[in-house]
């Protein structure tokens, strides 16, 4: 079943962002919570903040974690894909003859 990602209803906080960030990476709650120095509860509670954000509700059938990553990553950029020093999948020639983005506008 197809599922509508909301824009995000307000900007993430930093710390929301940085979690959103590890999660991308396919870093556990304890894992992100042991980077973060915050316990896992802290790291359960910002997922489920951020969820909402971007309306994604968990459900049986809702891997929650991979739509708020997508979300995330069509929001925000994304970093995690960067550091893999990939070329990105959307890049076109431009005008100058220089290859260029046409999604992700630095």
């Not at 069509?74 to 431009?94: I, Q, R, S, T």
């Amino acid at each position: 079943m197809a599922r509508d990602i909301t824009i995000a209803t307000r900007e993430l906080s930093p710390f929301e962002q940085l979690v959103l960030n590890l999660l991308c990476e396919g870093k556990s709650n304890s894992a992100i919570a042991n980077e973060t120095a915050h316990t896992e509860k802290v790291i359960e509670n910002t997922v489920s903040r951020s969820a909402q954000v971007f309306g994604i509700k968990s459900d049986s059938e809702t891997n929650l974690r991979v739509l708020l990553a997508l979300a995330f990553r069509a929001h925000y950029g994304d970093k995690a894909f960067d550091e893999l020093n990939l070329p990105c999948a959307h890049l076109e020639v431009g005008p100058d003859g220089k290859a260029m983005c046409n999604r992700h506008v630095d």
